[in-house]
């Protein structure tokens, strides 16, 4: 009996936001584009997150659904995703162990064999424009306590390193909570996470570079 509870104990997946839907409004230059939420469900050994998307960019309609799960530790195990634009409609998949991975994506017809970028111990997958990826950011590298790991783009099957600032200054916008954590991503795009350090769960996800921003809904 107790070695069973031990062993329950050590396969139990380190603290993530719980489980439930998350909802944001996405603007891009201060104009309303569309919605995007994420719907977490954990058990003892694994997360997973599926997206759903749907927005208006440039006159434009494009929606997502997507799907990442994750491992104990965190870690990501799978990343699935299906994009719909008025031009085209692909799907990207992404299977991974600790060591390696491989990627198919918009891009690349064939499977694509990555591995972990110098210097780096974990992968984490993000699909920009999107939301899965990052939301689950704040709680892995908090897990993994590591400031750079390796960046897996699933629309193009490449891997960059990512990179976190070592101080976490930023000028706090006025609707994020004052207890609020700061993530502020380097490379290799600069991206800011506002997020509750005690569930981990983002309030804002800033995009300077498109003049984005992700507000979650209460």
Do not use: C
């Amino acid at each position: 009996m107790i070695f069973a509870a031990l062993l329950l104990g050590a396969a139990a997946i380190t603290m993530f936001p719980a489980t439930g839907v998350y909802r944001y409004t996405a603007s891009m230059g201060g104009q309303n584009i569309g919605s995007w939420s994420v719907n977490v469900s954990t058990d003892t050994a694994s997360a997973e997150l599926d997206e759903r998307s749907a927005a208006t960019v440039m006159g434009m309609q494009v929606t997502a659904a997507a799907s990442l799960v994750l491992g104990p530790d965190l870690s990501p195990l799978k990343y699935t995703g299906d994009y719909r634009t008025p031009m085209q409609s692909p799907s990207v998949s992404v299977d991974l162990t600790s060591e390696s991975a491989t990627a198919t994506g918009a891009l690349n017809a064939k499977p694509q064999q990555i591995g972990l970028q110098p210097g780096t111990h974990h992968f984490v997958v993000v699909e920009p424009g999107l939301l899965a990826g990052l939301f689950a950011l704040p709680a892995q590298l908090a897990a993994w306590k590591e400031a750079t790991v390796t960046w897996i783009t699933p629309a193009t099957a490449q891997a960059q390193t990512l990179a976190v600032r070592a101080t976490g200054a930023g000028t706090r916008p006025p609707d994020v909570p004052n207890g609020d954590a700061i993530l502020s991503v380097e490379r290799p795009i600069a991206v800011t996470v506002w997020y509750d350090p005690t569930t981990f769960v983002p309030d804002e996800i800033d995009v300077p570079s498109e003049n984005a921003v992700l507000r979650r809904l209460r």
